[in-house]
């Protein structure tokens, strides 16, 4: 696999788009493919399929204004028509905390445009809190 730069900037964008609300970038970046997903922080939020993702974006960032994403340098590679990135911007809550996030997302080419397949967007917790004691990191 190779570093891409493209998948980068398509990350940056991304946390661009939630900061602003432009949900229409996720009409155009998410792939109208079967088996397209999109994974959320809350335990409801599992999406599957094209429609329901849309709708569900559109109306979370209808829902939740006022925060920011701040993207940070991710991991973005490929290989033909696959890719991916990792990253950890930093959520912005309107009152100035934040709250630091992972984000990835798994991508296929669709005639010449990366097309997002697979989304997550999660908080990590502590294996301490988790599990009741530390492990190796």
């Not at 329901?52 to 829902?63: D, H």
């Not at 490929?78 to 990835?104: F, I, K, N, S, Y």
């Not at 997002?116 to 492990?135: P, R, Y």
Request: include cysteine.
């Amino acid at each position: 696999m190779q570093q891409s730069s493209e998948l980068q900037e398509l990350y940056r964008q991304s946390c661009d788009a939630m900061s602003s609300g432009d949900h229409g970038f996720f009409e155009r970046h998410f792939s109208q493919r079967d088996g397209v997903l999109a994974i959320g922080t809350d335990p409801a939020e599992w999406w599957s399929g094209y429609a329901t993702i849309s709708r569900i974006f559109r109306e979370q960032m209808q829902e939740a204004g006022g925060f920011r994403i701040l993207a940070d340098s991710p991991e973005a590679y490929c290989e033909g028509t696959a890719g991916w990135v990792a990253g950890r911007p930093t959520l912005m809550l309107p009152d100035g905390v934040q709250v630091p996030v992972r984000l990835t997302a798994v991508f296929l080419k669709e005639e010449g445009a990366w097309k997002i397949v697979q989304w997550h967007f999660s908080t990590g917790i502590a294996n301490k809190d988790l599990l009741g004691e530390t492990l190796s990191t």
